[in-house]
């Protein structure tokens, strides 16, 4: 299957996933946004804009792939 993906479909499927608090120290991720540490494990993506489209990819796959550990 091809799939024709741009930035904001990448910032979507980002923040759609989240990210797993165990990637709350990760650089990209710290890069990216602002983590909370608290029961939820919250993490604010308020940064995905300044991002380069190979972050952007590799920080989608750190969230994908932080839920499967």
Do not use: C
């Amino acid at each position: 299957m091809k799939l024709e993906i741009d930035r904001q479909d990448f910032i979507a499927l980002i923040k759609g996933y989240g990210i797993h608090y165990s990637e709350f120290d990760n650089p990209l991720v710290k890069k990216a946004g602002h983590s909370y540490r608290d029961q939820y494990g919250i993490h604010d993506w308020d940064s995905l804009e300044t991002l380069s489209d190979d972050e952007l990819y590799n920080l989608y796959l750190i969230s994908k792939n932080s839920w499967q550990k």
